[in-house]
C-alpha cells in the first residue's frame, strides 16, 4: 500500500493484516521493554 495524494488509498486485507500484525509485535516488544 502507497500513499496517495488525497491518502484515502484502498488496501488489500493482506497489507491490512500485515500492518496491524507489525503494530501488535512492535508493541510486545516495547511492554516487554518495560516502556508501556
Partial sequence: ???CA???C????AEIEK???EI???LL???KR???
Fill in 1 to 3: 500500500g502507497t500513499l
Fill in 29 to 31: 516488544e516495547k511492554m
Fill in 24 to 26: 501488535f509485535i512492535s
Fill in 19 to 21: 500492518m496491524i500484525t
Fill in 6 to 8: 488525497t491518502q484515502v
Fill in 10 to 13: 484502498y488496501f488489500s486485507d
Fill in 34 to 36: 518495560g516502556e508501556m
